[in-house]
């Protein structure tokens, strides 16, 4: 997959949900709008990525089994990290400090595969 925009940084957040409650991508969704984020309708209607998704700020999101479920398309700017969503993409592992052997080993490799060919990036592990 090639991005449309320079990815120079990849974040890789937790959601900071309780350690085995296996959350998904709609349940950020529901959070980051409760926060007041959103998403535009250039990528949810008429690119018709994700439509029903309309505030998360990731770009993926690895479940307690290690499946990444998408969130914002790669070529969207994110809403996860001030002041670097415009060159980065964001990854959110679900639990709080104790991951899974699945994650993000799981489909990690897939995800990495995903973003390889566009350059080189920095990895940076974000708490909280």
Not at 45 to 71: A, Q, R
Request: contains cysteine.
């Amino acid at each position: 997959m090639k991005f449309t925009r320079q990815i120079d940084t990849i974040v890789i957040h937790c959601s900071d949900s309780p350690n085995g409650r296996n959350d998904k991508a709609k349940d950020i969704d529901l959070w980051h709008r409760q926060r007041g984020r959103s998403r535009t309708d250039f990528w949810r209607l008429k690119k018709g990525f994700n439509p029903d998704l309309t505030s998360i700020g990731y770009h993926f999101v690895i479940d307690l089994c290690g499946m990444v479920e998408t969130g914002r398309p790669p070529d969207e700017t994110g809403a996860h990290v001030k002041d670097h969503n415009s060159t980065s993409i964001g990854i959110c592992l679900i639990g709080k400090d104790r991951f899974t052997p699945e994650q993000p080993p799981g489909d990690a490799q897939n995800l990495q595969r995903l973003l390889s060919g566009n350059g080189g990036y920095q990895l940076h592990n974000r708490r909280g």
